[in-house]
């Protein structure tokens, strides 16, 4: 068995729970798209190409409104600034990927940074092409999930009201499992004191872009210092 086998039969067991969450939130955006009268074949571009998630699904609006690429652009960018943290924790890692590293950069993901941040592997499985397998699977899962959706919004009449809801309901979901996390509920509790300020200052519709920055520079100072305070305590146990 080659090294490429043995790292996808490896990697295959860890994206399995992926599959299932990839899958149903896949077919919601493939029928919302649908419902839009976006094809199966923009649907699929849009997921090879663009993967991300919460992004996909804010840029249903944009593609259906006014276009408006300053705001598109902020909240892009703002939505998936958590990769800027993700790629710091991924420099030893990606280090020597070699011509597997830029895919492997394009389609990191919360999932995938999860399975590639905790699993230990055997010393048999090449690291490399295990973690382009976990990226690559975890990829065509979404993949497939959008065109299950897309073809079953142009095939049955679906009542898409509340739909879109599925979006907020994927970050709810996020915000209790940082809630149960009882070691570190920081940054929920600074996600809630922030959007509720800027809610205050900048009305309820205008505070979403304000809140989002304010919550990126406050969870930056935070990270900032619970390293300093990390290695602060590292070098008192040494």
């Known amino acids: 068995m080659n090294e490429k086998t043995k790292a996808l039969k ?7 729970p992926v599959f299932t969450g990839f899958t149903f939130l896949g077919i919601a955006y493939g029928i919302l798209m649908s419902s839009k009268d976006y ?19 804010l840029a249903i609006n944009f593609l259906t409104s006014v276009f408006d690429p300053i705001n598109a652009f902020l909240m892009t960018l703002i939505i998936n600034a958590r990769h800027l943290f993700y790629g710091i924790s991924m420099l030893d890692k990606y280090k020597d990927a070699g011509k597997l590293k830029p895919y492997l950069i394009f389609g990191l993901c919360d999932e995938t940074f999860s399975i590639v941040c905790s699993t ?6 090449d690291k490399n092409w295990f973690y382009f397998f976990v990226t690559l699977l975890n990829h065509a899962y979404w993949i497939l999930g959008s065109l299950l959706g897309a073809w079953a919004g142009s095939k049955i009449s679906f009542n898409t009201k509340g739909l879109d809801f599925v979006l907020t309901a994927l970050f709810v979901v996020i915000f209790i499992g940082q809630w149960k996390n009882k070691e570190n509920r920081k940054p929920a509790i600074i996600g809630i004191l922030c959007s509720i300020m800027c809610l205050i200052v900048f009305g309820q519709d205008s505070f979403i872009i304000p809140s989002m920055a304010v919550i990126l520079i406050a969870l930056t100072i935070q990270r900032k210092e619970y390293t300093e305070n990390k290695n602060l305590t590292e070098e008192g146990i040494q």
Do not use: N
């Open 120 to 125: 230990e592997l055997p010393r048999d499985i």
């Open 39 to 57: 094809g199966a074949g923009w649907t699929f571009l849009m997921s090879l190409m663009v993967f991300a998630g919460s992004a996909q699904y």
């Open 10 to 16: 490896a990697a295959f067991p860890y994206t399995i």
